[in-house]
């Protein structure tokens, strides 16, 4: 664990705000780069930002930091970013040091604890499984207590792959108001041998049972449907979950629901995606609205053959699945949508008018879904690819992360103000 010199702090954010651009907008919005990462302070983050109450923002870089991660070649990192004024401070919270003793290459957002501790995933590390490369993780970071000034790391679960548990995590964490976590993995489980020779991942939970915490499999996915794409699992009222699959009949993916019985949970498919009109390739964990509604984001196919985003509307026991818009160009998100107090939705794909990625809004007016495309990315200074999600303030204000671009072409943070 370690944080940064001051003098680098300060001289990355003056560089940042030097570099800013805020040239392809196509409305009245201000974009700014507040950080360039150097690769000592990580690299390549492939997921969005997440905001606690006092305004600060939290992520993770996919590799990244300092150290060799024992040797397996990626690493990542934690950040945190504090405003005081109109300035960003960074702090590097942690360096992955990868098998068999910490996670390596985080993918996933962070999730944020009632009294303020991260939590979150390692596609890789933990123990030395998996072709030794580690089978993933689940991890907990504590907010710093005096004197040490330091965030403590709390490694919740190894996973230890094939056949009893699960392998890559790499969806959203959800945490429940009783302190438990749920999370998919891509991989893993019982049925081995049936999805890409790995098995085809699972649905966890993990709690607390005699001061440790203990993870329990809910469900293991077969064919058709195989297991989650970077995608988690959200709850209803009712505790039943909601996630996205990677295959199904047509092999273009599935959403799907999973209710407990009380013993075992079953599950039921709301959609198959055929690869026609209503798309492809579900990406996010879904979001879902006061209503009951379920917003995600096709990368392929739809109407126009570009992707899509659309909506499951709760109707006579089950859900009625609708496109809401349709991707004329590349492509649709390809990761979790937001929602700002008012229903618009955001997200972010990899299209843009100069292919390298763009931020949108949706929003809904006389039940028609209008596009406005926020920023367009031009892989230079400003960034390049934006793979996760847009995170909202209290204020309106969006912020989010490049994996490519910057002034060292290794991902930015970046902020679009109204």
Avoid at 262 to 289: N, Y
Avoid at 383 to 407: K, W
Wanted: net charge negative; charged share 15%; hydrophobic share 30%.
């Amino acid at each position: 664990m370690s944080n940064e010199r001051p003098d680098l702090v300060l001289q990355g954010i003056c560089l940042a705000l030097m570099l800013c651009v805020g040239t392809h907008l196509l409305t009245a919005q201000t974009y700014r780069v507040l950080h360039n990462f150097r690769g000592y302070d990580g690299s390549y983050p492939q997921a969005g930002l997440t905001i606690d109450s006092a305004g600060n923002l939290y992520g993770t870089t996919s590799a990244g930091g300092v150290g060799n991660c024992n040797g397996i070649g990626v690493c990542g990192t934690v950040f945190k970013l504090t405003r005081v004024g109109s300035t960003w401070f960074f702090q590097r919270i942690h360096t992955f040091a990868g098998p068999p003793g910490d996670g390596a290459e985080p993918a996933a957002k962070l999730s944020i604890g009632p009294d303020g501790s991260l939590y979150g995933t390692t596609s890789l590390g933990g123990a030395r499984g998996c072709l030794g490369y580690g089978c993933g993780t689940v991890f907990k970071f504590t907010p710093p207590a005096p004197p040490s000034g330091n965030w403590a790391e709390q490694i919740l679960h190894s996973f230890q792959g094939p056949p009893q548990d699960g392998e890559l995590p790499w969806g959203d964490l959800t945490l429940k108001q009783d302190g438990s976590i749920y999370g998919t993995t891509q991989l893993g489980g019982r049925n081995g041998g049936s999805c890409t020779g790995s098995s085809c991942g699972t649905v966890y939970k993990l709690a607390v049972a005699d001061d440790r915490w203990v993870e329990s499999v809910l469900y293991q996915f077969g064919l058709p449907e195989a297991g989650p794409y970077e995608s988690g699992v959200i709850f209803d009222q009712n505790g039943k979950l909601y996630g996205t699959s990677g295959l199904g009949a047509f092999s273009n993916g599935t959403v799907y629901e999973l209710e407990s019985t009380g013993i075992t949970w079953s599950q039921v498919v709301l959609h198959t995606f055929t690869g026609g009109s209503d798309g492809a390739f579900p990406a996010g964990t879904l979001l879902r609205d006061g209503s009951g509604n379920l917003y995600g984001g096709a990368v392929q196919a739809g109407p126009d053959g570009h992707g899509v985003v659309y909506e499951l509307t709760p109707s006579l026991g089950g859900f009625s699945f609708s496109v809401i818009y349709a991707f004329t160009e590349c492509c649709g998100p390809g990761d979790t949508l937001s929602m700002d107090s008012a229903g618009s939705l955001y997200g972010t794909n990899e299209g843009g008018a100069y292919r390298r990625g763009q931020v949108f809004k949706l929003i809904l007016s006389n039940g028609n879904w209008t596009f406005t495309d926020l920023y367009d990315f031009t892989g230079g200074s400003d960034g390049g690819y934006p793979e996760g999600n847009v995170t909202i303030d209290a204020n309106g204000n969006l912020f989010g992360t490049t994996a490519e671009g910057g002034a060292y072409n290794v991902g930015v943070i970046w902020e679009i103000t109204p």
